[in-house]
């Protein structure tokens, strides 16, 4: 049994022999997806859905309690409707999808498949919104969207993805501003508190930013692999839209005033990231806060009198104190059932077998240091919600510590390549706040600014650019990024 246990570790291609092979291989062997037959897309099986799942109510619990409401609206928009914001409609246009026939009729005007909800939405607003006592009005969508890609992987990039998207309107800059940074951070302590994950947050460039927005602004986290990964983005749209859609209302002092807008959303792209973080050569390793089972038991030799009984007991007790718990009673040895769960990331495993329940305990095996040690059964859910708090401080710590790792200072060109490079991480370093720079970096190396960040800006007072030497403006992160 040995040999076929082995065997089955085998099937996840080792992260430092190739990072990305065993990215796919996780998230296939894993089942969090299958490939479709549709280019780009991808079929989110059960336990994917349900890692999705946990971000979608812990997330939503959060927009309703910072005043959102959820709302739906059409996947179609007209393609009149996406053109009335030139900057933006530029942006999305090499990805957006096109519906140019109903049946086998030709359509009038052409439809886009939604990338991105603004537009739709916006020609509401207008509708809806009179006086500023309509204001704020601050809505949530929960949907799918699709975008064109060239290059597809799973859950990181596909044309189509899951995502939530929050649009609100408000009576000035200041209100708007508020609402654009009040979300980012409902993001970063949702990905630093339920997913285990330190981010970077900071601002990004004009030429970063999202098409449309005054300013956009970002988590930003760093892979196991060095790379970067963009995991939620909040805009303050300014005026743009509201003057492309005519949202105007009734102020106070009886004057008709364009609205200011913001828009904010993350996407199943988190996922990507929980892999990619916490994620060893043995599979998946997820933090008990977002884990949709944080406790699996495995019977040994569950043949034996009370063993079953005693297993779904405790499962019992378990799941009463609103711990995630499952039991494994499938016909398969004990040694493949723990391969099985450590490759599918739960956090906890408790084994009981007859020597244990003699012994009036159980064995809890840790997910992130495969630790393992007994359990008295009696007060044993207070032993696990110990142990499943200790797991989810210890994730974070390791990723804080491997953020910690890839991060370096850079004061010249060559020491930003030599980050990102040599050194597989990020690169801090002041910047002139020029457009020609980051577009040199990108061309020459594929390196891109990821943020400005709002600490440590004092930095670039007296320092110069690494790229042209010009008196430095502020303080930035470079690295490559998915």
Not at 108 to 127: F, G, K, N, Q
Request: proline letters at 5%.
């Amino acid at each position: 049994m040995a040999k076929k246990d082995k065997a089955f570790v085998q099937d996840i291609t080792p992260m430092d022999q190739d990072f990305s092979r065993w990215y796919t291989d996780v998230v296939t062997r894993a089942e969090l997806m299958d490939y479709s037959d549709v280019r780009g897309c991808m079929v989110i099986r059960p336990y994917g859905y349900a890692i999705w799942e946990r971000i979608q109510q812990e997330l939503d619990r959060r927009f309703k309690e910072t005043g959102h409401k959820n709302a739906y609206f059409p996947l179609f928009i007209p393609e009149s409707l996406l053109k009335k914001e030139a900057e933006h409609v530029e942006g999305f246009a090499p990805e957006v999808a096109w519906v140019t026939h109903g049946g086998s009729e030709e359509l009038a005007e052409r439809l886009v498949v939604r990338p991105t909800s603004e537009t739709i939405i916006c020609s509401m607003y207008a509708r809806w919104i009179q006086s500023y006592r309509d204001l704020p009005l601050k809505l949530n969508q929960w949907c799918n969207v699709v975008r064109w890609e060239k290059t597809t992987r799973p859950f990181l990039r596909t044309s189509e993805f899951l995502w939530q998207e929050g649009h609100t309107v408000h009576v000035d800059y200041e209100d708007a501003q508020k609402e654009t940074l009040t979300m980012l951070e409902v993001y970063r302590s949702f990905v630093t508190d339920y997913m285990a994950i330190p981010v970077l947050c900071g601002q990004k460039t004009e030429k970063e930013k999202f098409a449309g927005a005054q300013d956009t602004y970002t988590i930003e986290a760093i892979m196991h692999d060095g790379q970067a990964l963009q995991m939620g983005t909040s805009h303050n749209l300014g005026q743009h839209f509201a003057k492309a859609y005519e949202i105007k209302y009734l102020d106070k002092d009886g004057a008709q005033k364009y609205a200011w807008q913001t828009s904010w959303g993350v996407s199943t792209r988190l996922i990507g990231g929980l892999i990619m973080v916490h994620g060893d050569d043995r599979g998946l390793r997820l933090p008990p806060n977002i884990a949709p089972t944080q406790v699996i038991i495995v019977p040994v030799a569950a043949h034996k009198p009370g063993v079953s009984e005693k297993a779904n007991e405790l499962l019992d007790i378990l799941k009463a104190a609103g711990i995630r718990a499952d039991i494994d009673e499938r016909d398969q040895s004990p040694g493949w059932k723990f391969n099985e769960w450590e490759m599918r990331g739960v956090p906890l495993r408790i084994e009981i077998g007859p020597r244990d329940i003699e012994n009036g305990q159980a064995m809890l095996v840790r997910r992130d240091t495969a630790e393992k040690q007994p359990a008295a059964l009696e007060g044993i859910v207070a032993s696990v919600n110990d142990l499943l708090a200790q797991i989810q401080q210890n994730m974070l710590d390791q990723a804080l510590a491997l953020r910690q790792a890839k991060i370096r200072k850079a004061a010249t060109e060559a020491e930003i390549c030599e980050a990102v490079d040599a050194h597989k991480g990020f690169a801090i370093s002041p910047w002139c706040g020029d457009r020609a720079c980051e577009e040199h970096m990108k061309a020459e190396y594929n390196i891109t600014t990821r943020c400005m960040p709002f600490e440590g800006q004092e930095e670039a007072e007296g320092a110069v650019c690494p790229i042209c030497g010009k008196p430095a403006k502020k303080m930035i992160y470079w690295a490559r990024a998915y």
